[in-house]
């Protein structure tokens, strides 16, 4: 159950929108080696942002699932960076990653919790 979401002052165009977020879906899937039917994302792209005195490219991604091993939190933001670098042109010193680990009985999903 990945939710995956960025804000970011930058600019996108509805179609690329689209593709974008659908890069995304399989991004996140393959990176944490979760099914794509469990994957939620979220973009807002046009968000005022002013970061370190600057409205120069920055964005804000939120990465939460059950079960994320905190271990690799390293390597998640490198590779997180990465991805928001090349589809955003945001450079990785104007990204910040918000890391959370659910419970499984505190999130829900189909009439139940997890």
């Known amino acids: ?7 970011t002052n930058q600019t996108v165009d509805t179609a690329a929108n689209r593709d974008l977020m659908k890069k995304m879906s399989a991004f996140i899937a393959e990176l944490l080696g979760k099914p794509e039917s469990y994957v939620m994302i979220a973009i807002k792209p046009g968000t005022p ?5 600057s409205d120069e490219p920055a964005a804000f991604v ?7 091993p905190k271990g690799r939190n390293t390597d998640f933001s ?3 960076c990465g991805f928001v670098e090349q589809e955003l042109k945001v ?5 910040f990653i918000d890391f959370k680990d659910l419970e499984r009985d505190m999130f ?7």
């Open 49 to 53: 942002l002013i970061f370190a005195g």
């Open 62 to 68: 939120r990465l939460k699932s059950i079960g994320l």
């Open 108 to 114: 829900g999903w189909n009439a139940k919790t997890f």
């Open 78 to 80: 490198e590779k997180i």
């Open 1 to 7: 159950m990945p939710y995956f979401s960025i804000e």
């Open 91 to 95: 450079p990785p010193n104007r990204v």
